[in-house]
């Protein structure tokens, strides 16, 4: 299993994908730190968070279209079934490269959080005492950013599956695409619908609903189990597609 | 070293392998021979765990392929049809790579050099993939196979899209791996597994047509019956001659013409060699021979008249076919060829039970 996440992860940066999807990520993030905080001069970093959730809908499937697809293309997967290696292994290998490079990316991102805490302090420095809280809180930032890993993790295991299902890679990132601006709009979209059934549904298939918490600073462990399930049946499936073409 | 029992596999309503079993011992060179489409990458693939049996079981090295997968994996190299490599790695990369996915445990530097003196891949070691030759692309596959020193190797079809020297190379590459490996190579060329294999498993539509040593089947080559005479002297007479000698069962005049000599076509009895009786005829009669050729009964012979026997519609066909061409005696005569062989060997299994074709 390591073998296979050395591997990928390496591959990243032999191809331009894992280049491009950090220098990517990196400037979208920059840019809208820069246009939810300091352009509308509030340290409150919910709309920035919810907006780099958003920029997922392309960022993640960089990372995950080629996992599966390419393999099969080049018929290399034969190698990996061959191995000594379980199927297990070999999806969480991949996984793991995956989500190793976007959590990597992720915390660089937090550099983005320094200019407001510079910025708190001068504006804090004239003042001998505040009632009111000055700055950036803390503990928001700390729960969005896990928050947000989470909900990197559910996708990136969406694309995995995805990628699992089909050859072509362009075929598995336009899926995927589809499926998370699906699951982030309908949620959006959830709002405007007067039936409680009908929202409670969705409410469920959206994952975008269960990150309130976290912007509020909350460590919602209800919110953590979810992702961290969805994240896992998407992982079982990628297993029993490949435990399926063995039995098929 | 491998035991496969009544293996089936189904893919759909499409049976690609019926109830094949054979075994493998310590050491053996077996080839899988057949027609594309004949069951052999799909026996391979369940022999190395790529798929799953419908029914029967694989053992290698005493470990059932299904109950304990990664354990038997680990007694086994296989280099698919196609080569599964990475194009976008170096050689270096992508050995390393083997040798950590499969857990390696022999010195890397030592081991990893060892395989490349082997395989010949030295000169290439630090180049992309990508830009390598045919050639050498399977050789890397090659080497893949070779990480870990397996005990038993898997090639499906190693010299297709070589050119004649890579394929003597592979070859003999193949040869010395049998010394310490069990090998088991899948191929559609007969020469190939009559230059490497001890054993030789034919399989076509999934089943097993012969299963015999591969110096059975050569001896039934060699045990050849026909030849092809040349002869100066008046055409008719020879041909009486030649019809009424005892020894001979069958003789006939070729096209072909060489000044005032003629080829002759002739078949001897069973187990009677012609060739010395027929020169002191031919001297007595003043009636110089020019020439004579043994006609080389190829192994394809036999492998046609094998996988035709077990289709009666497709032999039809080619008999028909082959009757314009004159080739009809030839297909017989292979046919004739390989039951001997069999009869002396002890009631073979090569034309074991073939109820369809009657």
């Known amino acids: 299993m390591f073998a296979i996440f050395k591997k990928e992860l390496r591959s990243y940066f032999i191809n331009a994908i894992g280049y491009v999807f950090v220098g990517a990520f990196l400037v979208a993030a920059a840019l809208m730190c820069c246009y939810t905080t300091l352009g509308s001069q509030s340290y409150s970093t919910s709309s920035y968070f919810t907006m780099l959730i958003f920029s997922f809908i392309i960022l993640i499937p960089l990372l995950t279209m080629k996992l599966f697809a390419e393999e099969k293309k080049l018929r290399t997967e034969q190698l990996l079934m061959t191995a000594p290696v379980s199927v297990w292994g070999m999806v969480m290998g991949k996984f793991f490269a995956a989500f190793t490079l976007f959590c990597g990316t992720v915390l660089v991102s937090c550099i983005n959080f320094f200019p407001l805490y510079s910025y708190a302090r001068a504006e804090r420095a004239g003042q001998e005492y505040s009632e009111l809280h000055v700055g950036p809180v803390t503990a928001q930032i700390f729960a969005s950013v896990i928050g947000i890993i989470l909900i990197g993790a559910a996708f990136i295991a969406l694309g995995l599956f995805i990628s699992s299902l089909t050859e072509n890679q362009l075929a598995a990132a336009v899926i995927t695409v589809s499926i998370i601006f699906v699951m982030l709009i309908l949620d959006v979209v959830n709002q405007y619908i007067d039936v409680y059934a009908i929202r409670f549904v969705i409410s469920w298939v959206c994952l975008m609903s269960r990150f309130a918490n976290f912007s509020n600073g909350i460590l919602d462990y209800s919110a953590i189990l979810y992702y961290l399930s969805i994240s896992g049946v998407f992982l079982l499936l990628t297993v029993r597609v490949y435990d399926k073409r063995r039995w098929g | ?358």
Not at chain 2, 124 to 144: D, P, T
Request: charged share 25%; glycine share 8%; net charge neutral.
């Open chain 2, 1 to 358: 070293m491998i035991k496969i029992e009544h293996l089936v596999k189904n893919y759909g309503s499409n049976c690609a392998v019926d109830d094949i079993s054979f075994e493998v011992g310590k050491g053996e060179i077996v080839g899988l021979l057949g027609p594309n489409g004949a069951g052999k990458s799909t026996t391979m693939n369940i022999l190395t765990g790529y798929l799953s049996s419908t029914s029967g079981s694989v053992s290698v090295a005493g470990l059932n392929v299904l109950d304990n997968p990664i354990e038997a994996k680990k007694h086994i190299g296989y280099l698919p049809e196609q080569p599964p490599l990475y194009l976008d790695m170096t050689v270096e990369e992508y050995l390393i790579f083997n040798y950590n996915l499969k857990g390696c445990k022999l010195n890397r530097t030592k081991h990893l050099e060892e395989i490349c003196e082997v395989v010949k891949i030295k000169d290439v070691y630090k180049r992309v993939i990508k830009n390598l030759s045919k050639g050498y692309r399977q050789r890397v596959g090659i080497a893949q196979a070779l990480i870990g020193s397996p005990e038993v190797i898997i090639f499906d079809e190693p010299t297709v899209g070589l050119d004649p020297k890579q394929i003597i190379e592979v070859r003999n590459l193949l040869r010395n791996l049998g010394r310490d490996h069990t090998v088991i190579l899948s191929t559609h060329i007969l020469q190939e597994v009559q230059a490497v294999c001890d054993r030789i498993v034919i399989i076509n539509k999934g089943k097993i047509v012969a299963d015999e040593k591969t110096e059975n089947i050569t001896r039934a080559v060699e045990n050849n019956r026909r030849f092809n005479v040349k002869i100066c002297g008046p055409q008719k007479e020879v041909l009486a001659m030649l019809r009424s000698k005892p020894g001979i069962v069958y003789a006939e005049v070729l096209a072909q013409r060489d000044g005032d000599a003629y080829s002759y076509l002739i078949e001897s009895e069973v187990g009677i060699d012609i060739r010395k009786s027929l020169f002191y005829t031919l001297a007595e009669k003043k009636w110089p021979l020019v020439g004579m050729e043994a006609m080389g009964m190829s192994l394809e012979d036999i492998f046609i008249a094998i996988v035709d026997q077990t289709s009666p519609k497709a032999r039809y066909e080619r008999k028909t076919k082959s009757r314009t061409r004159g080739g009809e005696a030839e297909r017989e005569i292979a046919k004739t060829l390989v039951e001997d062989a069999g009869k002396s060997h002890g009631g073979s299994a090569l034309f074991g039970d073939d109820t369809e074709a009657k």
